[in-house]
């Protein structure tokens, strides 16, 4: 049984591990405000460029690109994003979770784990990478992902991939976050919603262009540009979603530490008052002796 000395060293052992959850909690809540707002004033230019994308492809369908061309995907590439540190939850395990049953889908997979979380999680069970991005900082810049997607995009050219696809944490709310998984190449042009018919007849109505120089031209600028957004925008999605999870995680680890402090007090004053009543028993017994 413990005594009231080592209770009281546990419970200041267990204030200093609150204090520190207590701040990591601030710095995440300051982090993840800062990349909630780069995700809302990405996710504009995202939504126009899919839909520009969609207008094109529209007007060029005889178009024939590298970055378009469907093949039976013999080998599949997957770039996996998780965080470089932990203390966040469930969120690297739950990215890892899907990566493994998306892989078990195909017979050849490759793996690009961005992350250093991804790529202990690989190395652990000894599956081979062919490239790793890690430590990018907490400020996502485009070519960042620019390097990403030049890699990926130079094994499909090559067709040493026949299909690539990104996982990542979309970021939905401080306490939604959800694992995803996004096709990359081939390039799918987004269609119109099912419905939507005055979506349709006006995408219909613009789908005639005149290209300049040429349509193999425009794609040829604007899928890259569209895979590049594509993975950068994953990048700041979960990012974002890093920091929401980081900020529960230690938000409920303050409250569970406030609640062992409470049950070890508690425990600690029961046991001293223990001792003392046994102390006033053996003085109360002796003195009885005397007499």
Same mark, same amino acid.
């Given at each position: 049984?413990?005594?009231?000395?080592?209770?009281?060293?546990?419970?200041?052992?267990?204030?200093?591990?609150?204090?520190?959850?207590?701040?990591?909690?601030?710095?995440?809540?300051?982090?993840?405000?800062?990349?909630?707002?780069?995700?809302?004033?990405?996710?504009?230019?995202?939504?126009?460029?899919?839909?520009?994308?969609?207008?094109?492809?529209?007007?060029?369908?005889?178009?024939?690109?590298?970055? $378009?061309?469907?093949?039976?995907? /013999?080998? %599949?590439?997957?770039? +996996?994003? !998780?965080?470089?540190?932990? &203390?966040?939850?469930?969120?690297?395990?739950?990215?890892?979770?899907?990566?493994?049953?998306?892989?078990?889908?195909?017979?050849?997979?490759?793996?690009?784990?961005?992350?250093?979380?991804?790529?202990?999680?690989?190395?652990?069970?000894?599956?081979?990478?062919?490239?790793?991005?890690?430590?990018?900082?907490?400020?996502?810049?485009?070519?960042?992902?620019?390097?990403?997607?030049?890699?990926?995009?130079?094994?499909?050219?090559?067709?040493?991939?026949?299909?690539?696809? $990104?996982?990542?944490?979309?970021? /939905?709310? %401080?306490?939604?976050? +959800?694992? !995803?998984?996004?096709?990359? &190449?081939?390039?799918?042009?987004?269609?119109?919603?099912?419905?939507?018919?005055?979506?349709?007849?006006?995408?219909?109505?613009?789908?005639?262009?005149?290209?300049?120089?040429?349509?193999?031209?425009?794609?040829?600028?604007?899928?890259?540009?569209?895979?590049?957004?594509?993975?950068?925008?994953?990048?700041?999605?979960?990012?974002?979603?890093?920091?929401?999870?980081?900020?529960?995680?230690?938000?409920?680890?303050?409250?569970?530490?406030?609640?062992?402090?409470?049950?070890?007090?508690?425990?600690?004053?029961?046991?001293?008052?223990?001792?003392?009543?046994?102390?006033?028993?053996?003085?109360?017994?002796?003195?009885?002796?005397?007499?």
């Amino acid at each position: 049984m413990p005594s009231v000395r080592d209770l009281r060293r546990k419970i200041k052992s267990v204030k200093s591990t609150q204090k520190i959850c207590k701040a990591m909690k601030a710095v995440a809540t300051a982090k993840m405000s800062k990349a909630q707002e780069q995700v809302l004033a990405a996710r504009p230019y995202a939504r126009q460029l899919h839909e520009v994308l969609g207008r094109v492809s529209e007007g060029a369908r005889n178009v024939k690109n590298p970055l $378009l061309a469907v093949r039976d995907p /013999k080998k %599949v590439c997957y770039v +996996v994003i !998780t965080a470089d540190r932990g &203390l966040c939850g469930g969120f690297n395990s739950n990215i890892l979770r899907l990566t493994t049953r998306e892989i078990e889908k195909w017979p050849g997979v490759a793996l690009v784990p961005v992350g250093r979380k991804a790529r202990n999680f690989f190395r652990f069970r000894e599956w081979k990478t062919d490239a790793e991005y890690i430590g990018l900082g907490e400020n996502v810049k485009p070519e960042q992902a620019n390097e990403i997607t030049n890699f990926v995009i130079k094994k499909y050219v090559d067709e040493e991939y026949d299909a690539v696809y $990104l996982i990542y944490s979309k970021f /939905k709310s %401080v306490m939604v976050q +959800v694992p !995803t998984v996004v096709k990359l &190449l081939p390039v799918e042009p987004p269609q119109a919603e099912e419905g939507a018919e005055e979506a349709k007849a006006e995408a219909k109505s613009k789908a005639a262009y005149l290209f300049e120089p040429s349509a193999e031209d425009v794609l040829e600028f604007l899928l890259p540009k569209y895979v590049q957004n594509s993975v950068f925008q994953g990048l700041i999605e979960s990012k974002a979603s890093e920091h929401s999870a980081r900020m529960m995680a230690m938000d409920n680890a303050t409250k569970s530490a406030g609640e062992l402090i409470d049950r070890v007090t508690l425990q600690m004053n029961r046991l001293r008052q223990e001792n003392i009543t046994k102390e006033l028993l053996d003085i109360v017994g002796g003195a009885a002796a005397l007499e």
